[in-house]
């Protein structure tokens, strides 16, 4: 199909709305659209159980880290240079995190650590409220990064969060001022709300859930919501956004080709990650868009340029599979086959040195703590559709799997299943810097840091002194991993966060 069948993108959107209705819970809205505006819209199941308010094209929701493509597009209006270092726009930042340049901050290859992660880490749920003053700090309070920049694609928020200190220190505008001033404004968009946290009050806003098991429970993500995921509107607005995006109009001349311009490892790969876009393939059609997640609140805008057409996706339930919807809608509209699904040897897989690891199980790799499908690589291998992880692999006939995981090529070994936990991982250790401490336990067992959640977690170990351990707060699930380092000192890893240092005490 050289043209796109909106009639058939509506059709699959409508089931996908009628099956939301159906069961009775939250739902969503799906809206197609092309370089002229909307042009088909479907919703189903409730915005508010509370108040049995349907969900609609026009509800506004969270559009969480679809967010990032709107700052992308302010700071390279405002003319920011991307070569600048983080420390040259926002004083006082520690040394490795100063001297990211900006572009490595915003296409993921910053080795930021992330916040929110950090925090958890450190036992601080993402529920807790924090303002805008006191995340600022902890970043300033940060190490470091975790390893080089521009190596490896692995998703932060925090230099998106940067972005506006950016402006509060260097413009005479903020983010948010410029935001309308350069983009909004001109687009006729001056709906989009950038509420600062979850109590700020959003008229008609949907409600957020997940299930626990029993039922429905809402959602909560207390945090101050920065540029990386903080705009809310609808999915009939974000189709409008979309659509501009698509044609090009007003400010937006050109910037589809600017945010979605490849970006390169240092062996001259391209990433799929851009400047708040991410680009995959759906059978040999080049496709752009970006996902969004929040407890409770799941989003997507899918874009095929060649054939100009796109579609939106906002969801209030944590269950939601926003691209693989958006995937569906979109192979109904352009005639394209959906990927297949496959599977790589089952079990568990580490580096033979090394931070990284991963757990196969069916048709599903975590890799480092972040979960994601596995699909048929075309080439014998497999491959996930990034939203947020990248990665191309295969089996090796030495039982290892091997290839490139954002953007690294790495080669995870088998762990025997008589793996034992390595004794010098027991005992009390600290981190004097945030004042946090955890203990490994003789029986196989941790206290991570914090005072929520504080019960014990089982530990899966690895050899050479590392070991994985297991975190849930409400729909979410850490793994972060133990690591003895050479100067006996204990790191605490996880994808989004890989600076944090314990010490015996």
Request: a neutral charge; glycine letters at 14%; hydrophobic letters at 45%.
């Amino acid at each position: 199909m050289t043209h796109a069948d909106l009639s058939r993108g509506a059709a699959t959107a409508a089931a996908i709305a009628d099956a939301w209705s159906g069961e009775g819970g939250p739902g969503g809205a799906i809206v197609l659209f092309d370089g002229t505006g909307p042009r088909g819209a479907a919703a189903g199941g409730f915005a508010s159980l509370e108040h049995g308010i349907p969900f609609t094209p026009a509800t506004p929701s969270r559009w969480a880290s679809i967010s990032k493509q709107f700052c992308a597009a302010t700071t390279l209006l405002a003319g920011f240079d991307l070569a600048s270092p983080l420390g040259s726009l926002v004083p006082d930042l520690p040394g490795t995190l100063a001297a990211v340049p900006l572009e490595h901050a915003l296409d993921m290859t910053g080795a930021i650590p992330d916040v929110m992660e950090t925090l958890w880490l450190l036992g601080l749920p993402f529920t807790a409220s924090l303002s805008e003053a006191e995340l600022l700090a902890l970043c300033r309070r940060l190490p470091g990064t975790g390893g080089p920049a521009g190596v490896e694609m692995a998703y932060s928020n925090t230099g998106w969060r940067l972005v506006a200190a950016a402006f509060a220190a260097g413009r005479t505008e903020s983010y948010e001022q410029a935001l309308r001033r350069l983009v909004l404004g001109p687009l006729g968009l001056e709906e989009v709300g950038f509420p600062e946290d979850e109590a700020t009050p959003v008229p008609g806003m949907a409600t957020p859930y997940w299930r626990d098991g029993a039922g429905w429970r809402r959602g909560r993500y207390g945090l101050h919501y920065s540029p990386s995921g903080g705009l809310a509107g609808s999915a009939e607005t974000l189709a409008r956004w979309g659509s501009a995006l698509l044609a090009g109009r007003g400010p937006l001349a050109g910037m589809l080709d600017r945010l979605s311009a490849p970006r390169r490892f240092p062996d001259g790969a391209e990433s799929f990650y851009r400047l708040g876009l991410s680009t995959l393939e759906l059978d040999g059609l080049a496709l752009v868009g970006h996902g969004g997640s929040l407890p409770g609140v799941k989003t997507h805008i899918l874009m095929a340029p060649a054939l100009g057409c796109g579609l939106a996706l906002i969801s209030n339930r944590e269950d939601t599979d926003p691209l693989w919807l958006a995937l569906r809608v979109m192979a109904a509209m352009t005639g394209r086959a959906l990927p297949q699904p496959t599977a790589l040897p089952p079990g568990r897989y580490a580096e033979a040195t090394g931070e990284a690891w991963a757990e196969v199980e069916g048709e599903t790799i975590t890799f480092m703590g972040v979960a994601d499908r596995l699909f048929a690589s075309g080439d014998g291998g497999a491959r996930t559709l990034p939203a947020y992880l990248e990665a191309r692999l295969r089996a090796a006939p030495d039982g290892a799997i091997e290839g490139r995981i954002g953007g690294v090529l790495r080669r995870l070994l088998p762990v025997p299943e008589s793996t034992a936990l390595d004794p010098a991982l027991h005992g009390m250790w600290r981190n004097d810097a945030f004042g946090a401490s955890l203990e490994v336990r003789a029986d196989g067992t941790a206290l991570l840091p914090g005072i929520h959640p504080r019960e014990a977690c089982a530990l899966r170990p690895l050899p050479g002194g590392r070991a994985i351990t297991d975190r849930r707060h409400s729909p979410w699930r850490a793994q972060p991993l133990l690591w003895l380092q050479p100067d006996k000192s204990l790191r605490l890893v996880a994808h989004r966060s890989r600076v944090l240092n314990f010490r015996r005490g």
